[in-house]
């Protein structure tokens, strides 16, 4: 099994949280070669200040194929100085990947949340 993290920065309303949670979710999907069948469960957090609705209700609705898959949201720890209005997620995989093999993806703002793993 796996672990792929990620984040990206959205705004505070329904369509930007969909958009950029559908972007790094599909990023994530792309960049490690997975299908949908290689998920097992994935993992939302969101800033205090990402109130408008759940991330993983886009994904549920746009991959139907993950209708098995244990999704969970929660809200990020609210630390001093934090990166706000961001969305993080961890994908837990199947055994077949190998964990010094995943790319971790941070997009549109949250990159300075991992600088070691800028190209």
């Not at 099994?1 to 979710?25: H, P, Y």
Request: aromatic residues 8%.
């Amino acid at each position: 099994m796996a672990w792929i993290r990620g984040a990206i920065c959205a705004e505070n309303t329904i369509d930007s949280v969909k958009k950029q949670t559908l972007k790094l979710f599909g990023e994530i999907l792309t960049q490690n070669n997975l299908c949908e069948n290689d998920i097992e469960a994935v993992f939302f957090t969101v800033t205090k200040d990402i109130d408008v609705c759940y991330p993983a209700k886009f994904i549920r609705e746009a991959y139907v194929n993950l209708a098995n898959v244990a999704f969970m949201c929660a809200q990020e720890m609210d630390v001093v100085g934090s990166l706000p209005k961001c969305i993080r997620i961890c994908v837990s995989t199947t055994s077949e990947f190998i964990q010094q093999n995943v790319k971790h993806c941070y997009l549109d703002g949250a990159e300075i949340l991992r600088p070691d793993l800028r190209k």
